[in-house]
């Protein structure tokens, strides 16, 4: 099944000089038909974190928290015998898809989408 995605981030929060926090909602959507099975595997997404700066490709990575939430009161599904929701959430520096050294922060997961979920995500930057 082919998904749209639509970001909608928040402005970074400095916790600390060394901590900051990437915050937004991700809203994972089908146009078209929709066939769906009840056993079907959650459909892959991810995305390059659109507040994130970049990562020079010498420095160390660093550590990361990345979370995902299913925001109650949107999900909408075909009937209640369909899964929904996220899980295996992960957080990484991976290259830059259009050239270049730097590295760009990207999250990631598997979601049953049905018709429409939205995501709130969470990605916490250590570094130091």
Do not use: K
């Not at 099944?1 to 994972?28: D, K, N, S, W, Y």
């Amino acid at each position: 099944m082919a998904f749209q995605l639509e970001l909608r981030p928040t402005p970074p929060l400095a916790l600390t000089p060394e901590c900051l926090v990437h915050t937004g909602i991700a809203r994972l959507f089908v146009t078209g038909m929709l066939v769906q099975g009840s056993g079907a595997p959650p459909e892959q997404f991810g995305f390059f974190v659109p507040t994130a700066t970049p990562l020079p490709a010498a420095d160390p990575e660093p550590r990361l928290l990345a979370e995902a939430s299913l925001m109650t009161g949107i999900a909408t599904s075909i009937s209640g015998n369909f899964p929904f929701g996220v899980e295996h959430v992960h957080a990484a520096y991976l290259p830059d898809p259009r050239g270049g050294t730097d590295r760009w922060l990207y999250l990631s997961g598997a979601a049953h989408i049905g018709r429409e979920i939205r995501i709130g995500y969470r990605v916490t930057v250590v570094t130091g």
